[in-house]
């Protein structure tokens, strides 16, 4: 699929500010994917439709989740979870994507897990530091990325972490699963 088409496919159900990140997340893909040896075209078509779901309904979501059976832990946690793996459920079955490499990096977009492809951990970085971010600690990761992908995710992964834990939420397994994984890794 071209950029143009996917971009048009993708605009209808995304915001004006959320189509403008949709944009910034492609751009930075494209360049970490460059950068770290992974499929630039499939970084394109990912960052393009990696938050196709964020602005489904909840109940159409919780429906999904139990319905296709995803994970029901799912369910106990933040609801903003959730359009990472609706979100791959849907570009598949509504827009017709079928290469697995691209919906599982919309699917781990949100949490991580710990096995991360190249792929995923471009997805989720470029999510975190594309050019309209704005938010404290924002810079250093940009910074980190241009060295280190591993390094430039340990610090989102960081901020992110911290931040839920301030606000008394829960951490997805998952994500601790991709923190841990990065830590152990280093240490190897
Ligand atoms: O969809 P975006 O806003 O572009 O970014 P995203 O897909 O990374 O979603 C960020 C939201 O997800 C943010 O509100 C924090 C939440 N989140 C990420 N990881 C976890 C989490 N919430 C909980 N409860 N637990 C997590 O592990
Ligand atoms: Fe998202
Ligand atoms: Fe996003």
Known sequence: MNREK?????KEHLTEHRYIHTCGVMETSIELAKRYG???KKAEIAAIFHDY???RDKEEMQTII???KLDQELLLYNSELWHAPVG?????????????????????????????????KVIYLA????????????????????ES??????KALQNTMTFLMKKNQAIYPDTFRFYNGLILNKRR
Do not use: C, W
């Open 6 to 10: 996917a971009l048009g496919m993708v």
């Open 38 to 40: 992974a499929d630039e």
């Open 53 to 55: 779901a964020k602005f």
């Open 66 to 68: 139990v319905e296709e």
């Open 88 to 120: 791959a459920l849907l570009v598949e079955r509504e827009v017709g994507i079928q290469d697995e490499d691209i919906l599982n990096a919309i699917r781990y977009h949100t949490s991580g897990k710990e096995e991360m492809t190249i792929l995923d």
């Open 127 to 146: 999510d975190y530091i594309e050019p309209n971010r704005q938010f404290p600690g924002v810079e250093e990761v940009r910074e980190l990325a241009k």
């Open 149 to 154: 992908l591993d390094q430039g995710l340990l």
